[in-house]
């Protein structure tokens, strides 16, 4: 049937919301040429038949569950390998005793948290247990299952006064401050970083600093959402600044508060996307739904920058795709580090089989090629994340605590209006999505419904803080505890 033929290759096998036609679906884990999907490693891993978890790791002891049936885990080895910020510092195969089906077994490992207690990074314990011998399926050696486990979480860490001393005092002037390295300025209509240039490198080029963002390229099972982003005008959001305060602090930094109103111009209706052309139309009414951001923007004399949000929205309850922030670095910045979950795509409701380590990539690799162009590339549990040139230039992105995150070669609203991959247009700048959270998947289009609450992003009071500094610069940072303007503020 040419008509399914047809919907299959935009929803790329998965999809169940089409029009009087009954429900028919795929619940495919490879692309129409055979390649694993993203999800192919969150169905392994939720697959395996194995378990492995803390007996008390101050001591290296674990427990080995044996899901399996009928034989035992006799045919696999378990290597450990310890790792401080997502780099393997040692690997070991470790003895296991015969594990009978449904069976648990005490192991004790080389490793355990006391011998990393006193270190200041962030540890954790991976699991594989390979195939000992070649089977018809698979090689010696192939990681069958694993796991991972946190050993120590991070501590001890930096300060930015700490790091700025030293540096000379910031000048500033109007919106603009400049230190020993960089200079960098903000729009005071829009409440947001104009241009950052560091080293003498353009890093943020004028109009393209970060700026509240709500939207994703939707995906299958967006469909129970998808109509209400675009009616709320999440795609198109405009940024007004309301208000300016600032502030010179006793550590040397200067604070800037913005009050912004975002907001989309006009009202918006959704139509197509059977066949995955997706129209966005123009209605009459004013736009009725928006948001009110207090953020503050910190500065610091070597070059730093912390922004921290409150975010609100006249609607609470209302169902976002994302919150946070997203900007633009132009084209070259197009080399990809982070230190989250990965390396595939991961989503808060599909990160089971994504392991927290440090990732390398061009940004051009984040792309996925879906039949249809839909969100992809993003990253949960981030620490941080870089951008930078093939020299090195670019800039870094430090949670507080952890982020969703992700670098694209294309706009979210791009990727939405491409039917398919070879209709993308070509790709001018590098995107940058830095959220709070992002909207679970869920299995609406040919499953169970919607995300679950706990896994949706909702238009409530949010805060967000994170730090923007130069690339190839210190990651472990603390976020400043900095109340210029009073703490009813937050």
């Not at 300016?244 to 139509?271: C, F, M, T, W």
């Not at 992003?457 to 210190?474: K, V, Y």
Request: net charge negative; aromatic share 10%.
């Amino acid at each position: 049937d040419t008509t399914t033929g047809e919907r299959y290759m935009a929803y790329g096998g998965d999809f169940g919301d089409t029009p009087n036609d009954g429900m028919f679906c795929m619940n495919g884990v490879m692309l129409p040429d055979l390649t694993p999907k993203p999800e192919y490693q969150e169905v392994k891993k939720v697959y395996q038949n194995m378990a492995i978890e803390e007996v008390d790791l101050g001591k290296g002891l674990i427990s080995i569950f044996n899901k399996r049936y009928f034989t035992t885990l006799d045919d696999l080895e378990l290597v450990v390998k310890l790792m401080r910020e997502g780099e393997a510092m040692a690997e070991k195969v470790v003895p296991m005793p015969t594990i009978q089906p449904r069976s648990k077994a005490t192991i004790e490992l080389p490793f355990n948290r006391t011998q990393v207690m006193e270190q200041p990074e962030e540890f954790f314990l991976n699991f594989e247990l390979r195939l000992k011998q070649d089977r018809p399926w698979a090689k010696a050696g192939f990681v069958q299952m694993e796991e991972q486990l946190l050993l120590k979480e991070r501590d001890h860490y930096l300060q930015l006064s700490d790091l700025s001393a030293g540096a000379s005092p910031l000048q500033l002037k109007g919106s603009t401050l400049k230190g020993d390295k960089f200079e960098l300025s903000f729009d005071d209509a829009t409440g947001s970083i104009e241009q950052y240039t560091y080293d003498g490198v353009a890093l943020i080029a004028p109009g393209n600093g970060p700026r509240l963002s709500a939207f994703r390229a939707p995906v299958d099972n967006d469909n129970w959402a998808r109509d209400g982003w675009i009616e709320n005008g999440l795609h198109n959001l405009s940024h007004k600044a309301m208000s300016k305060e600032v502030h010179r602090n006793q550590d040397g930094s200067i604070s800037i508060l913005y009050v912004v109103e975002s907001q989309a111009p006009k009202r918006y209706q959704l139509k197509g996307g059977y066949t995955g052309r997706f129209e966005i139309e123009t209605v009459e009414g004013e736009q009725d739904f928006k948001f009110v951001t207090t953020q503050v923007w910190t500065v610091y004399p070597d070059g730093s920058i912390a922004l921290t949000s409150n975010i609100t929205s006249n609607k609470e309850g209302v169902n976002l795709a994302r919150l946070g922030y997203e900007l633009t670095m132009a084209p070259q910045f197009d080399q990809l580090t982070y230190y989250g979950r990965g390396p595939l795509n991961n989503y808060n409701d599909r990160d089971a089989g994504a392991h927290v380590g440090l990732y390398k990539s061009s940004v051009a690799e984040q792309f996925v090629p879906f039949p249809k162009p839909q969100s992809m590339g993003n990253r949960e549990g981030v620490r941080w994340t870089e951008v930078a040139d093939a020299n090195g230039h670019g800039l870094a992105f430090i949670a507080e605590g952890t982020m969703s995150a992700s670098v694209l070669p294309w706009t979210a609203l791009e990727l939405m209006l491409a039917p398919h991959p070879h209709q993308l247009p070509k790709s001018s700048s590098t995107h940058i999505h830095l959220d709070l959270g992002v909207t679970g998947l869920g299995g609406n289009s040919c499953g169970q419904g919607a995300p679950l609450p706990e896994d949706r992003i909702l238009g409530d009071g949010s805060r967000f803080s994170l730090l923007i500094r130069p690339a190839g610069t210190e990651k472990r940072v603390a976020m400043p505890v900095i109340h210029p303007f009073g703490d009813d503020i937050w």
